[in-house]
């Protein structure tokens, strides 16, 4: 792994927060603000889109990703949209963009799928199996990759901490709160966020890698929890599946219906 551009690194350093998706005190053990470009260094205020400066390699990847998926993505339909970008012509817009015409014309299902084929195009032969020695569903495993976390996808969802959780009755180190998904906030889609990254992020480490996760967003702040180690619910057991549409920021919204449409099979 490529170690990405940290403005700020805490080591270990113990509080408590209210976390308003799990509900309980944390420990934090790593603090990183990322690329963050607003005055306070924190994300900006819901309603409000984060500034960022965004570095070499968070550029990389969001290039490397908005390549992959560029390849089921509907055509653009603007002219001046069609001239093929250069490698750093990719920015975190184009990037969302590219996932927004990755939906079109899919189902929740087959969107699911694309981003299983994208990750698992980005891997080398067999890495599912290697991850499964490497890393059997143990308390140290969730521990380990809720760590990384933090560093390595700051570029795609801004600035986390590894957060104290309850697993089976057990309190363990491997959450990570999310302060304010960049992924939800630049879509503004309930149904990019369930079906091009919550639902196929938890598949795929729960059934490739066969570390479980589930993963929690808050739609009243756009914070999200990955909890590792936690087996997430069937998807029509889980709350956000009826969460309706960010009527007044998407520009796929549906408004007449109770839950957003984009989140029917």
């Known amino acids: ?42 994300p900006a205020p819901m309603g409000q889109k984060t500034k960022y400066n965004d570095g070499f ?9 908005a390549r992959k998926m560029e390849r089921f993505a509907a055509p653009v339909k603007s002219s001046n949209l069609k001239k093929k970008k250069g490698f750093f012509d990719y920015d975190y817009d184009s990037f969302v963009d ?4 990755v939906m079109q014309g899919r189902s929740r299902k087959q969107q699911e799928e694309v981003v299983r084929e994208v990750l698992l ?7 599912p199996a290697q991850f499964r020695k490497l890393f059997p569903p143990t308390k140290w495993a969730a521990e380990f990759n809720a760590a990384l976390t933090v560093p ?8 986390s901490e590894v957060v104290e959780v309850e697993i089976n009755g057990e309190k363990q180190s491997s959450g990570v709160h999310i302060k304010k998904c960049r992924y939800l906030e630049n879509s503004g889609c309930v149904g990019m966020c369930v079906n091009m990254c919550k639902i196929p992020t938890q598949d795929f480490f729960t059934n490739d890698f066969g570390l479980p996760l589930t993963m929690i967003p808050n739609f009243e702040d756009m914070s999200c929890e990955m909890v590792y180690g936690q087996v997430p619910p069937p998807l029509e057991e889980d709350p956000v599946i009826s969460q309706p549409c960010f009527a007044e920021i998407c520009s796929m919204a549906n408004p007449s219906t109770n839950a957003c449409h984009k989140l029917q099979a």
């Open 98 to 101: 590219v996932s927004k015409r």
């Open 1 to 42: 792994m490529v170690v990405l551009n940290l403005q700020v690194l805490q080591f270990p350093t113990t509080y408590t927060h209210q976390q308003l998706s799990l509900g309980r005190q944390s420990r934090c053990g790593v603090v990183i603000r990322c690329g963050i470009a607003e005055p306070s260094g924190e």
């Open 121 to 127: 195009s980005m891997l080398p032969p067999g890495a």
């Open 152 to 159: 390595f996808f700051h570029w795609l969802v801004g600035p």
């Open 57 to 65: 390699f968070e550029k990389a990847f969001m290039t490397l990703f």
